[in-house]
């Protein structure tokens, strides 16, 4: 199975053991989604071809192994582990359908959106089935105090999400208001993964707290790196369509970086640039301006920051692993 | 505070307290949304406006006060009761913005729609947060059977939109499957709204699974009752878009018998009005052909039918009100 670390290609024990129990959260996350309307399986076996850098479940997981008592075999990782990982991978899975809905995509992981093929209405109505199994799920495990963390992080996500809605076409952004909504709509949620897994396995809040910032700083990256690959990336290898963020009226922090630099003469070029919706005229000039290089340090150093805090972790390759990953996350070309 | 019911038209002590409670739903309602974004909080109160029958709140406490030792006052009513009436009312409103969506309808309650006002976006994302808002305040009365139980409901609930979309312009759709669909997308909240509140208040199953069956046929009646007020209601007392089942390929019941009573010709005939969305038409066609008189009584028959299963419930004004609030399900033009 592939996913944003190529476990296939490290040939370490740990490797092996996160990708068996990948394979079983995928079961999970099927048996789930299962429904006695061929209808509906239609659609969710169309959705589950969107999995694919699997990054939330593994940092579960991964944070499961690196936190617990055995960190370099499976030995350590509970059941309670394996389906908060399909938790909250069908949250993103959700998010995923909703936003194809909202940016009007074509293409998702190289297949063809559901907005793109059934329409709209299905895809809305699916993302809503997908987020209400995503609770279902998690309420089987009869942890009360999970559900609770879990909705309070998607009622912050989708609070994200309206934020971003309400700056769109907003010239005017600061790195400020960009950092909130990100951190609000992806970092929030992906800090959890890596404060759950955590916390399943070590009773320690320090050590769960810990997981807590690095999941969140390392998810701020990963956003980071998907707005610079929306500018500069190669559709055919991000397989996804591109271009979508300014289609969407998203202003990116290369975009906003460039307009808080400019005089007011470049300003006005850049603006008719974003209002004709020209990417190709927009890229050159975002490189041209420094401000791609510049976001791409900022993604790098907060990789850095986070990698800090696995010291709070024992040494040991699951630990080690977490790093590549962290790595992974602003190396990716998809 | 109006609803299905008209509660201060009703000279009865039961009446006053129901009402109290109701507004206390309404409070933790809006607790549950309040957001540190305005962005978020002047779409929510745009939203709140949606609240009109409160079918859902309403049965979650009349049964709750019927299956209750105290059916004559408030007393029998907890926290939890009223936690579980915002839930379900939250989970409603969720499905009204994305079911306005899907039906692109520009009014809802008298007042313009969220996809007319801000577009289908923003429609999208803050159904989503009302979902999310639905679980998270679920979670909070710490009764994990309760979270469970619901996601069951809201899966079945997307899984009945999915099959109803599936069937978009089928013309060849039978009763069958008609009422596969009302069953998990309309009726299965209602039932549950009626068994969850008598079992938060009563620990004999033979009556919550009664109030079960009650709620579940009353569900049904309701959406026959919306197909109706869809084809014959009046736009003024309606309030909201009227065709839209039409519009939006949706075959109701009336059309569905209609079709199955036709012979070759006349078929043909309601097919080309269906297709050519003239709702004028085929209203007097409908009519004329006894399909709207026909479902009228069947709904009724469904209204008698769930009231035998209040026989479960000791008598007392609580029963009483239940009886009434079946009837107006029935009788009401809104």
Chains 1, 2 share one sequence.
């Not at 192994?65 to 909250?88: C, E, F, I, N, Y």
């Not at 992981?109 to 609770?135: K, P, Q, W």
Request: aromatic share 4%; net charge negative.
């Amino acid at each position: 199975m592939t996913g944003i670390l190529n476990l296939t290609n490290i040939s370490l024990p740990i490797a092996t053991v996160l990708d068996e129990q990948l394979e079983e959260v995928s079961l999970i996350l099927e048996r789930q989604l299962a429904s006695d309307l061929s209808a509906v399986n239609t659609l969710c076996q169309h959705i589950e071809q969107y999995q694919g850098k699997r990054l939330r479940p593994m940092l579960v997981l991964l944070s499961g192994l690196a936190a617990g008592q055995a960190p370099w075999d499976g030995s350590g990782l509970t059941h309670k582990h394996r389906v908060v990982a399909a938790v909250v991978e069908l949250i993103h899975l959700a998010t995923l359908v909703h936003d194809d809905v909202l940016d009007e995509a074509q293409i998702r992981r190289r297949v063809v959106t559901l907005n793109h093929l059934r329409g709209n209405e299905t895809a809305v109505m699916l993302g809503d089935y997908l987020i209400s199994n995503a609770f279902h799920l998690c309420s089987s495990i009869m942890e009360p105090a999970i559900n609770l963390t879990l909705g309070e992080i998607t009622n912050t996500l989708c609070a994200g999400e309206l934020l971003q809605l309400h700056h769109r076409d907003d010239y005017d952004i600061d790195e400020t208001t960009y950092f909130e909504i990100v951190r609000r709509k992806t970092a929030s949620l992906i800090g959890e993964c890596c404060r759950l897994g955590a916390m399943l396995s070590n009773d320690d809040v320090t050590v769960s707290e810990a997981m807590g910032r690095f999941g969140t700083q390392l998810g701020i990256a990963f956003q980071i790196q998907d707005d610079l690959l929306d500018i500069t990336g190669d559709e055919n290898i991000v397989g996804k369509s591109l271009g979508k963020d300014l289609d969407a009226g998203k202003l990116t922090l290369p975009l906003i970086r460039c307009l808080a630099v400019a005089d007011e003469s470049q300003r006005a070029e850049v603006v008719a640039l974003i209002a004709k919706r020209d990417a190709d005229q927009l890229r050159r000039r975002l490189i041209a301006c420094g401000s791609v290089e510049k976001t791409r340090e900022q993604a790098t150093q907060l990789v850095e920051d986070a990698k800090t805090e696995l010291g709070f972790l024992d040494q040991g390759p699951a630990r080690e692993l977490l790093r590549s990953l962290a790595d992974a996350v602003i190396s990716r070309q998809f």
